[in-house]
């Protein structure tokens, strides 16, 4: 640019804001082009509304696919600065010549070392105020269940990772997590509560609702699934009088659907307990169910 006959070569960085999939790639222009770039954004992450779709019009081009090598470039790029949850606060100057004064939100956590395991979002202390263990008052059980609760942890407390055989032993003895049992667990070996809910609610073989002393796992992969399973889980429905996930009020039996139990050969298949039933048919059904009741003194089920 020409002034009174100079020249003035303008030199700095420039600022991109919103990184969305547009401010990205603008993002990823200016850079390649050796110029600095600070790409700002007031979420959390960039990728704006392109990371929520699955397809885009009118090409159906998969989102991620279209995002994900920009989202990688940008990360590598060294002349690439991006500040999340920033937001510019004003603009003073000229073009070429101009300050900008942003205002950035705090994370309170180090971005240098941060993995993305979301520990931090779970244990929180803005959304969840820590409660020292000493605070809580002490879980009462009954004297039957805290002598049997007691046997389970003093038969792992000095093992390497006691917490998960403990549960497993508890899910033994209850077929679920009663409430009392996690809060008497966590303050015997002083976890913290709030760590025994995520392992006793990520694994499907745990529960922390009642479940009937059998577990009726139907098959809805996509085998089973082709195979008719889902003519077979109406069946279970109507014979038990319940519904997917539900238990009988007897306390017996209790219906899951489930995506796969490694019996693809056998499709459609059943387990029940640990017993596997492959290429069942509807009309099989009630005389299996009626097996379970019989061994258990129950009378017959309704089979319509």
């Known amino acids: ?125 803005v959304r969840f105020i820590p409660q020292p263990l000493d605070s809580i008052p002490p879980v009462k059980l009954a004297p039957e269940v805290q002598a049997r609760v007691d046997q389970i942890i003093a038969e792992h407390r000095n093992r390497p990772g006691p917490l998960m055989p403990i549960l497993q032993s508890i899910n033994a003895v209850y077929n ?30 745990f529960s922390i609702v009642p479940r009937g002393k059998y577990i009726i796992n139907v098959c809805m992969g996509t085998t089973c699934y082709v195979r008719g399973s889902e003519r077979l889980m109406e069946r279970f429905s109507d014979t038990l009088k319940i519904k997917p996930e539900e238990t009988t009020p007897d306390m017996l039996f209790t219906l899951k659907a489930v995506r796969c139990i490694g019996c693809c050969g056998l499709a459609p298949a059943v387990m029940i307990g640990d017993t596997v039933y492959g290429k069942l048919t509807v009309k099989e059904i009630p005389g299996i169910i009626k097996k379970f ?10 089979t319509g």
């Open 176 to 205: 679920y997590f009663p409430e009392d049992v996690l809060r008497y667990v966590s303050q015997q070996l002083g976890i913290p509560l709030t760590h025994i809910l995520r392992v006793a609610t990520f694994y499907n073989a």
């Open 293 to 302: 009741q019989g061994a258990n003194g129950h009378g017959q089920a309704h």
């Open 1 to 125: 640019m020409s002034n009174g006959g100079e020249r003035r070569e303008k030199v700095g960085a420039a600022l991109v804001v919103g990184g969305g999939i547009g401010g990205m790639q603008a993002a990823l222009d200016l850079a390649d082009a050796g110029i600095k770039v600070y790409l700002v954004e007031s979420k959390p992450a960039i990728g704006g509304v392109m990371s929520q779709l699955d397809k885009t019009f009118p090409t159906n081009d998969c989102a991620m696919c279209t995002m994900a090598p920009r989202l990688v470039a940008i990360g590598r790029h060294k002349d690439i600065e991006v500040l999340t949850l920033t937001e510019v606060e004003r603009i003073e100057g000229e073009p070429g010549n101009f300050t900008v004064t942003l205002r950035r939100r705090a994370r309170f956590v180090d971005e240098n070392v941060c993995t993305g395991c979301g520990s931090c979002v779970a244990n929180c202390p």
